[in-house]
């Protein structure tokens, strides 16, 4: 009896570590432009974002950005910090890497970035996609290449077409 229960021991063990090398590689960044990005994982264009550096006290001087769930649901991130040519997906990748932050997938890069799913609402779900709006104006370019303002509001909302 004694060998049966080491041996299961050991085989929920190895089930455990297996599990958690599978989940763990879902995280990774694909090489080909897309990517999914979580909490525990913090890159950009030009390395890593660090949280304490991409956030500022002065709200002039930064960025606001939302999420909304389209369920009554918001994340609110005040004062990202506005460097030079950040874009609204920036904001994004900078807000996902906040300790409160979310996961992030997307495709492509720049003109053909395509945002496909935040925290856990995935486009296409109950007939719902993500857009956003700077300062209450719907964009008409890729988030990856619209340029923001000191002081400007993005709100990312999750909703059915109008």
Not at 15 to 34: D, H, I, K, N, R
Request: glycine fraction near 8%; proline fraction near 2%; aromatic fraction near 12%.
């Amino acid at each position: 009896m004694t060998f049966c229960r080491c041996s299961s021991l050991a085989y929920i063990l190895l089930l455990v570590v297996f599990l958690a090398s599978f989940f763990g590689c879902l995280e990774q960044v694909e090489p080909t432009g897309q990517g999914l990005h979580s909490e525990s994982q913090k890159q950009s264009k030009n390395g890593e974002i660090s949280p304490e550096a991409s956030f500022t006290e002065n709200h002039q001087e930064g960025i606001e950005l939302t999420l909304d769930f389209g369920n009554g649901f918001q994340k609110r991130y005040q004062f990202i910090k506005w460097e030079p040519e950040i874009t609204v997906f920036r904001a994004l990748e900078v807000a996902s890497s906040h300790k409160n932050g979310f996961t992030l997938k997307y495709s492509g890069e720049k003109e053909r970035l395509f945002v496909s799913k935040i925290d856990r609402m995935t486009n296409g779900d109950r007939n719902k996609n993500w857009t956003y709006l700077v300062n209450d104006v719907y964009a008409h370019k890729s988030c990856g290449v619209y340029l923001l303002k000191k002081g400007d509001s993005v709100l990312w909302r999750f909703s059915s077409p109008k």
